[in-house]
Structure formats: C-alpha cells, structure tokens
C-alpha cells in the first residue's frame, strides 16, 4: 500500500486516478482548485481527502503538500496532473493568458515537485509522476503555450528523473492522446470526429485508461522505468 498525492485530482483524468489508486488500497490526497462538490462527492464516492489548491502559487502547493503529509504520514507517489488547455492563435495570447497557462500546466509541475521531493531524497525512495500531452511532443496549431507548457513538463521529468535517479527517485511523465475528459468539451464535433479517425485505434481513449497506467507507473513492476515518456495516444503519433 502506498500513500499517494495527486495534484489535480477533482475531475476527469485526475479523478480517475483517485479511483484508481483508492480501489488498490492505496491511501490518497488529492487537491482540487474550483471543483470543490466534485472534490466531495469523490471524497464521499472513495474516501481519498481532498484539499483545496491553486497550483500557480508556490504557498498553496506547499500547504496542501504538508496537509497531506499530515494526513498520511508520508507521500511516496506525486502525480502531477493538473492543467488548463487553451485554443487560441499564438497573435491572440496577450502576456497575462500566457502566464496563466505555463504558470498552472508548467510552474505548478515545479512548485509540486520542490515541495514534495525533499522528504523523497531523505527517505531514499519515491516515484513522480507528471502529465504531460502528446502536443508537448510533437506541437500543435493554435496551442503553442499549451504545447510549450507541456514540452516543458517533458524537460522536467527527464532532466528530474537523472538528478534523483541516485536517491532512489523515478520519475516518469504520461503523455496522453485525445482523452474523453471535460478538457475537450469546447472543441467542436467535427475536430473530434476528425482526430478520432486520424487515432489508429479510432476512438477517443478513457480517464480509465491513462490512470491504469498511472498505477502500472507507481507499483514495483515499474521499478526500472525512471526518466520515460509514456504515450498514451491510441497510435495518434508513434
Ligand atoms: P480536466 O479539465 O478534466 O481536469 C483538470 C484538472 O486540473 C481538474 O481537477 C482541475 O481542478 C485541475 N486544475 C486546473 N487548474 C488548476 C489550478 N490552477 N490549480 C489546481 N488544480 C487545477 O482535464 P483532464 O482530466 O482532461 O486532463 C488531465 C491532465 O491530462 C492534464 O495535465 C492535461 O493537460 C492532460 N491531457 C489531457 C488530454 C485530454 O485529451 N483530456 C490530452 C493530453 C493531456 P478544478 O476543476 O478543481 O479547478
């Protein structure tokens, strides 16, 4: 059984997770920022607590990181999940969206992970695991601060995962494809339908999916697997 902070964890993929991790047995914090009846209903849904944070900012990644360890003892699994996507052209990102985006979907990753890792390296043992996109690999149109928010978080976890390596750290980042998530509720139909049929496995994948692999990433059949990409995309991009 492990102790398990999710950051990001009160809709889609996230909320999967604590789900996922809950019916393993695993003891689990998870943080929510606006989603606080969906923060509740989980709670209540699989007995993981729940705690209110704004990844932007370093003192309440801080404070939710001590909360859980408060809670738990001791964090051995960090997912970092939480994000914002943004369609826009690049000339109609003014500096404040900017900010927005790289400070929740990148500097959130950073500020987790500062938090988090020095109880990880005293105990010599612990296992990160970030969320990336498949657009952080290869770039997509009308996302580039999407796109380099998440290239971003694929740096991080490599650059991490060779720093923390001799402290017995993994750390690995999860790429998904088109994932059925609230995430994707204001691309219209058609993109969806379009992308879809561009999937070799034609479909959307599931929350339930990518948090399978979460589990696979966190247990000890992982145990020499640190500083990868895991795509889970369908076949999107190979
Ligand atoms: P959702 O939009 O369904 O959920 C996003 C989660 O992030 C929510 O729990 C939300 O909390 C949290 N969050 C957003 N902003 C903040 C913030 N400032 N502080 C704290 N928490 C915040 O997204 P998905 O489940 O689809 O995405 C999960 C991860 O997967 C993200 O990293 C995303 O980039 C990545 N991904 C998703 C894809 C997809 O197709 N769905 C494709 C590729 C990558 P709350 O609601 O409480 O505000």
Redo the contacts with the bound molecule.
């Keep these: 059984m492990s102790n398990v902070m999710i950051?990001?964890?009160?809709?889609?993929?996230?909320?999967?997770a604590v789900r996922t991790f809950c019916r393993n047995g695993d003891k689990v914090v998870f943080?929510?920022?606006?989603?606080?009846l969906?923060?509740d209903a989980l709670r209540q849904e699989c007995g993981a607590f729940p705690v209110r944070?704004?990844?932007?900012h370093s003192d309440?990644v801080r404070i939710a990181v001590n909360r859980a360890i408060e809670a738990m003892g001791q964090i051995d699994v960090l997912i970092?999940?939480?994000?914002?996507?943004d369609y826009n052209l690049v000339t109609d990102i003014n500096e404040t969206r900017w900010e927005e985006i790289i400070?929740?979907?990148l500097n959130?990753v950073f500020y987790a992970v500062r938090h988090v890792l020095p109880s990880m390296i005293s105990r010599k043992s612990g296992c990160i695991i970030t969320?990336?996109?498949?657009?952080g690999e290869v770039g997509a149109s009308c996302e580039v601060a999407?796109s380099t928010s998440?290239a971003g978080?694929i740096g991080l976890t490599k650059a991490l995962a060779k720093e923390v390596g001799p402290s017995g750290i993994r750390v690995n980042c999860?790429?998904?494809?088109?994932?059925?998530?609230?995430?994707?509720k204001s691309v219209d139909e058609n993109s969806i339908e379009e992308m879809e049929e561009e999937t070799p496995l034609g479909r959307?994948?599931s929350?339930e999916e990518?948090a399978a692999v979460m589990k696979y990433l966190a247990s000890d059949e992982a145990s020499f697997i640190t500083g990868q990409v895991i795509s889970v995309n369908g076949g999107y991009i190979v």
């Design positions: 950051i990001g964890g009160s809709r889609g993929i996230g909320a999967e943080t929510y920022h606006k989603s606080e969906e923060a944070c704004d990844v932007k309440s970092c999940n939480a994000a914002i996507a400070s929740t979907n959130g969320v990336g996109s498949m657009w999407y998440k978080v999860i790429s998904p494809g088109l994932i059925d998530t609230d995430m994707n959307m994948g929350p990518v």
